[in-house]
């Protein structure tokens, strides 16, 4: 049951979220999926997924990533997900699991540099390369000692190896919009009925309130008081 703590974190009658089969997806073609989901639940964060043995492996990673090798952002590992979940974009309703608004904020496909992933996801170090729309190149995921690991998650880190890539500038902030809708947070949460003004609290702030948002200037005055 690799699925088992997802569903039974989920009330599908109420999210909009894919229950996922019980069955693994059998896929034919080699390309493994890679999604990055951009998340303002109770907290703003990045889930950062890897399709493995018929799943989604996700780690929640609160500051996102960071193109800079010298950056190291750690990454909880979370729940595996279903596969289907990789295409979820929308509004999680408020009081439920992960109650907020989600984004595709970048997907494409990766591939292992090791030869035993298996192996490697056991040792807590492996090493990939992203074809995504936003993240390209060389990573690594590392997992640290003795950090929440009480919670049966673990703390992981996630960092760029430096290749034709690397940058240091900050991607979250420079390219926020979703890869497949290229709606912010807030058009998301608008269209989907749900809080528009707190998924604009994950959107940018913009000079000169150019924002297509509703009103984040006067959000932020609010929850700054
Ligand atoms: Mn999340």
Redesign the pocket.
């Known amino acids: 049951m690799p699925l088992a703590k997802y569903k039974k974190k989920r009330r599908f009658g109420v999210t909009p979220e894919p229950a996922g089969s019980d069955q693994r997806a059998e896929k034919k073609a080699a390309s493994l999926i890679y999604v990055v ?1 951009k ?1 303002r ?1 109770s907290h703003l ?1 990045y ?1 950062f997924r890897l399709e493995w043995r018929g799943v989604l492996l996700s780690w ?1 990673i609160p500051k996102g990533p960071s193109l800079d090798p010298a950056v190291k952002r750690l990454a909880m590992q979370v729940e595996d997900h279903p596969i289907e979940y990789a295409s979820f974009e929308g509004v999680i309703p408020e009081g439920e699991y ?1 109650g907020g608004t989600v984004m595709v904020w970048d997907q494409g496909t990766w591939e292992p540099e090791q030869a035993d992933v298996n192996s490697a996801l056991q040792k807590g170090d492996l090493k990939f390369t992203l074809h995504g729309q936003k993240l390209k190149g060389s990573w690594v995921l590392v997992r640290t000692r003795g950090y929440g690991k009480s919670d049966g998650r673990s703390s992981w880190l996630l960092i760029k190896h430096r290749d034709q890539y690397t940058s240091t500038q900050d991607v979250t902030e420079k390219e926020p919009h979703s890869a497949v809708s290229r709606r912010l947070l807030a058009d998301i949460a608008r269209d989907a009925g749900g809080d528009a003004e707190k998924a604009a609290t994950g959107d940018p702030a913009r000079e000169g309130g150019g924002s297509r948002t509703a009103k984040p200037a006067a959000a932020r005055l609010r929850r700054n008081r």
């Open positions: 989901q998340h639940a964060h889930d929640a992960g």
